[in-house]
Structure formats: C-alpha cells, structure tokens
C-alpha cells in the first residue's frame, strides 16, 4: 500500500484515487494506543515502584521515575521476603513451580496427544460418549471438584503431595488437552491413516511414526496453554500441593499479604514480576503462537 | 496375462452388505474378479465405489457376506494381511518422511530385512523413475510425482492387488493422460490383478479389461469397455457412459418401429433383449452422437434435420439438430464446415441404437 501511494503519479491525467478513511484510521490507532496504556500502566508503575526504596515510595508519585534505581527489593523478593514464619523469599516458590510444572506439563500433553488422537480417526465404541464426557468435563467450573477430589486424595494417601498436585493438573488439563488434540487430528486427511493401516502400521506406530511428526503445531499450542495455565494456577495449589510443594503464586501471595509490619511496596511489586516472569518469557518466545494458543483456550472460556 | 490355466478368481466378494447407522450403502453385491484382471468400478459420487473397494482393502467394517483375496477368506483381516496395495486419490504421503522412507515404511514397519527393503525400494523407484527423488520430502514434489510416489508405496509391497481410488482425480488433465498410460504400462508390465475407483469414464475406458457400472450400492453392468459403451443395460449406464452423451427420445413400440409423435423409425436390424415384450409399450430410443452420420451411409434410416448449434471440438465437431422435435447431436469430421440454420440428411443405423424400457430403463 506504501509503495502504491508513494508511486509518481502521472501529471496530466487526473485519476481519482480512492480516498483512505482517515477519521477511521486515526480513531482506530487512538482506541489502540488507549488499550495498549492501560495494560502497560500497571507494568509501568510496578516495575518502577520495585526500583524504588521505601523512602522514596512513602512520597507519593507513583509515576515518577525511581531516583536511584536499586535492585534491592528485587534480591529481598527473591530470598529475604517473609512468607509466613520463614522468612526465605519466594525462591522456594519458584522451583517448587517448577517441580509441579515439568511433570504436569508433560503428563498432561502426552496424555492428551494419545486420547485425542484415539478419538479422532479411529472408531472406537463409546468413542463419542466419552468424547462428549470430556467435553462436558472441560466446560464444568472445577472448584466444583475440589472437595470430593480433596476427600478422594487423602483417601489414596496423595493429598498434600508433588503426586498429588501434578495428577491434578493433569485431570483438569485433559479436557482441553483431548479436545485440542482431537481437532488437531482430525483436520489431518483420512487417507494418511489408511494408508498407514495398509502399510501394516499398529495404533501406537501410526501414532509415533506418522502423526507425531506432523504434531508440532498443536503440540506447541498444548505447551502455551499448559505452562501457562498451570504456572498461574493458585487454588489448586494451595490446596492440594501441601506445606512442603506450595506453588510460587501461593508465596507470592503470602508475601503481599502478611499482615506484619509495615507494607513493602517495593518487594511486592518485585516479587509479583518475579512470578509473572515465566509466562510473561513463553509470550514473548512464543510470538505467533501465544495467539493461537489463547484462541484455542476460548473454548474453555 | 491368461497364463494360468485354471481360472482361480484373484477377488471373490459374496452377498456383501454395508451399513452406516441405519443406511445401507451396499446390499447382497457379488462380484468376482479374475487374477491379473484390470476391473474399474466406475459410477458417479455416492454410488458405493469407493465404499467397495474400502471394504476389499479392510479400511472399512462389513455387516454382511464375505471377501476373498487370492482364495483367502479376509472378511475380518487387518488391511495388511490382505495382500494388497493402495493408492489414495490425496496421495496420503507421509509429510514428514522422505521418498525413500515413505516407499520403505510399510516394509520397515513389518520387519522385512534391510537388503530386502533396499532391494524392493530400488525395484519400484526404477519402474517409476523416483530415483532422483528418493531423498526430497513430499511437499517438494509436484502432483504427477506424488502419485507416482505412491504407487511405488504399493509396488514394494510386492502384493497380488492393487487397488486405486481414484489416484488420478486431483491432477490436471495432461498430468492424468500421462499417469493413465503409465499405470496401464505398469499393469502391463506386472500382470497384478488391479481395481480401480473413478468417476471418469475415459479413465475406465482406456484401462479397464472389466468395467463395473455402480449406482446407488448396486453394480448396473460389468462388462468389458466396448460392450458397455456399445450394448448399456440400462438407461444410466447409457447416459453415463459417453462423451459428449447420448441423445434419448422419448416416444413408443409400435411392433419393430419406434414411434416418435409423427416420425416412425423402423428398427429392423436392432437386437431386441430375449422375452416378451409389450408391443405398444413407452420406450426410450438412445443414440450415439457418432452413429449418426451427414448423408452418408445409404442404409438405414434418414431424416432431415435443420442445424441448430454447431460446436467444434477440434477433432470432431458436434452438431445439434431435432429429431421429432427432441434435440440431437451428431458427431461429425472436424474438418467439415457447417453453418447454424443449414438443412442436412442425416442416416443412423437402428442396428447400432439402444432402446430402454422408459418405465424400468432396462434395455429391450
């Protein structure tokens, strides 16, 4: 369209161009640039106010630039901070997340990947029922579960522990995991199956072999979703993951909210990027992908 | 090809039912098929041909009856131990695998030794003249190599039947000349027994030995080419087949003449179906655009007609006129110059029409 515009336009001949709505294109940058300060203002004021000492913070504007930055409240969010009697920062946090993260992730995709692709091309009796089950699944809000699934846990003897906290994530996950999966595979031709069961390809050899491979859209889709949704993840945490696996957002928390002494802005602030680094890198790393992993999480809205 | 002396049917189906849900795509279908015999289920979308040749390569479950493959009973096997091979009209070519390892997959995948698959791999790529291909992906090829990819997928299987659905349906009309030729080289060649899917009747035409006429779930006619283009069953198969198609007049019997409003033709010479058949019953009058020729054979039977549309096809050029006020085309040389409005002689012989039951469209 630049090109076009900026192309010599031949004197003598008075060729009506069309004309560009203007007006609309002025308002739609301004609507733009209106949402983007909004979700960038509260970055903007936490990022300075962690830079800031209490001093300066205790003087109000919160707009104003820190006068000299200091990566203090940082170092205190990250292992001095008090979350509840210890007083050992959210660092603990941070790799029981990652503990919970890795093996939920994983499970949950793996899992996932197998039930969608079992219910995509191959008819499998009650295939639909539990396709329709799972969907039902992934449409029912789970605090609902929580209680039985708090009775059930320590039961087994899982409750309050890493086991207990990743078959959790993976339960909930598999709804959309399936779902996501199952579409995925489904929009692969036919043919391409058929043709593997003619080549004398089993169920698990078609899986590895020939869909594995062509997996990767979805199974970067699947991670997104995953890693984000279970980083970010608070209650069930909080619930099932027990004293010793308590997930970073859970600390966080803590620190923001003990109740002793006086508010240290600086540190909440720090610590709240801290725990909103990881999903804040996949965003960034995952560009294009981020996108299609959010709309494919709108099915579960 | 008739080498073998005792004619051991290479595919037997018997009483073969289909059903999905509650409809039935295919009833009590009986078909035998002889070894190394080109067959080519032919008959437009929906008609159940692809549904059959599904159910021969075991990719679809059957309600009913009983498949036979090389005198094995394979009604319940796994596609693989069918002895078969197939060719999908997407090619359904692994993505993420190259040539080499597309041909060699099925191989691999059933533990035939290493010398063995490179022995067949190299077989087939020299048939199909992959061999500059073996290391691209899919995606780096073009249509025509595609399918000729997949074929060589079939070949290395080294199996008594190949079966195609419709493998040539996505490619333009040259690259599908060219593919036609080669498979027919190939069945040539190999001497497999071969069934062919296609809704496209030049396709079945040039390659088949058998054609086998389908309409909804029922074979019409099976039948070598010429007999089905020549002596159609029935009035589908009669429209069906033929291009540019025939033209049908809908009028009576009136003993051996054919009653057309004011114009009667007298059928003499037509073979009439054995039993009885009701003297004064409707009937339709079916004529090839090419048994009719411009004033020149002196038998049979001439009328005048008036030249309606003229439309050249480079070879031949197809006039349209009327007969007892119903259109016709005639075939004629593409070399002739004609003009719209002209009043021509036009002789067919009746020995050559078909005439149907306008009731069942059964062939009288």
Not at chain 1, 17 to 28: D, K, N, Q
Request: with cysteine; proline share 6%.
């Amino acid at each position: 369209m630049r090109a076009a515009a900026s192309a010599p336009v031949p004197t003598g001949t008075p060729v009506a161009r069309p004309r560009r709505p203007i007006a609309g294109r002025v308002a739609l940058y301004a609507a733009l640039a209106v949402a983007a300060l909004f979700f960038i203002t509260p970055l903007y004021i936490m990022t300075v106010t962690s830079l800031k000492s209490m001093d300066e913070i205790r003087q109000g504007g919160i707009f104003a630039l820190p006068a000299s930055p200091s990566l203090k409240a940082w170092t205190a969010a990250w292992s001095e901070a008090c979350t509840g009697l210890k007083c050992t920062g959210i660092s603990d946090g941070f790799f029981n997340s990652l503990r919970i993260l890795v093996p939920s992730v994983a499970l949950s995709i793996v899992l996932g990947a197998v039930t969608g692709y079992a219910l995509s091309h191959r008819r499998i009796r009650g295939g639909n029922v539990l396709f329709a089950a799972l969907l039902l699944g992934a449409f029912m809000p789970y605090q609902v579960f929580i209680y039985p699934l708090v009775r059930l846990f320590s039961a087994v003897g899982i409750y309050g522990s890493l086991a207990g906290i990743v078959l959790v994530h993976v339960i909930f996950g598999l709804p959309v995991m399936t779902l996501l999966f199952r579409n995925y595979y489904s929009s692969l031709p036919v043919d391409l199956f058929k043709a593997a069961r003619v080549d004398g390809a089993g169920f698990w050899q078609i899986f590895f072999y020939v869909v594995l491979p062509m997996s990767t859209p979805a199974l970067v889709v699947a991670a997104i979703l995953q890693i984000t949704g279970i980083w970010n993840d608070f209650i069930l945490g909080l619930v099932f993951a027990g004293r010793d696996n308590l997930p970073m957002t859970v600390l966080l928390n803590n620190v923001v909210n003990s109740s002793q002494g006086e508010k240290l802005y600086n540190v909440n602030m720090a610590a709240t990027i801290l725990t909103a680094l990881l999903p804040l890198a996949v965003y960034f790393l995952s560009g294009r992908w981020f996108v299609r992993g959010i709309a494919a999480g709108g099915v579960k809205g | 090809m008739t080498n073998s002396s005792r004619p051991a049917p290479s595919v037997v189906v018997r009483d073969l039912q289909i059903r999905y849900g509650g409809h039935t795509a295919i009833e009590d279908l009986d078909l035998e098929i002889r070894r190394g015999e080109f067959l080519v289920l032919l008959g437009p979308s929906g008609c159940g041909k692809s549904t059959l040749l599904n159910a021969i390569a075991g990719l679809l479950d059957v309600s009913g009856g009983e498949i036979s493959i090389s005198g094995k009973d394979v009604t319940f096997a796994e596609p693989k131990d069918r002895g078969i091979g197939m060719v999908f009209q997407s090619y359904a070519l692994y993505p993420r695998m190259s040539v080499a390892e597309n041909l060699s997959f099925g191989l691999r995948m059933n533990g035939v030794p290493k010398g063995e698959i490179a022995r067949r791999v190299e077989k087939a790529s020299r048939m199909l003249q992959l061999d500059p291909l073996l290391q691209r992906k899919p995606a780096e090829l073009s249509g025509g190599q595609r399918q000729r990819v997949a074929i060589g997928r079939a070949l290395v299987r080294e199996v008594d039947v190949f079966l195609f659905d419709e493998p040539l349906s996505n490619l333009d009309a040259k690259l599908r000349a060219e593919l036609r030729v080669e498979i027919k080289r190939l069945h040539q060649s190999l001497g497999n027994t071969m069934i062919y899917v296609t809704h496209d009747q030049i396709e079945a035409l040039t390659l088949a030995d058998r054609i086998a006429v389908m309409k909804g779930g029922v074979i019409q006619q099976l039948a070598p080419p010429i007999e089905v283009y020549q002596r159609p069953v029935n009035r589908f198969v009669a429209a069906f087949i033929g291009s540019p198609a025939m033209s049908f007049f809908d009028g009576r019997l009136d003993g051996d003449v054919f009653v057309l409003g004011q114009v009667r033709i007298p059928l003499s010479g037509y073979a009439f179906a054995d039993g009885s058949r009701d003297p004064g019953a409707p009937v339709t009058l079916g004529v090839r655009p090419e048994h009719v020729s411009v004033a020149g054979a002196a038998s049979g039977y001439a009328f005048d007609g008036r030249v309606a549309v003229v439309e050249p096809m480079g070879a031949d050029t197809l006039l349209w006129t009327e007969l007892g006020g119903q259109p016709m085309s005639v075939r004629v040389d593409g070399e002739r110059v004609f003009e719209v409005g002209q009043t021509l002689r036009f002789t067919f012989d009746p020995a050559r029409l078909s005439v149907f039951d306008a009731a069942t469209g059964e062939r009288v």
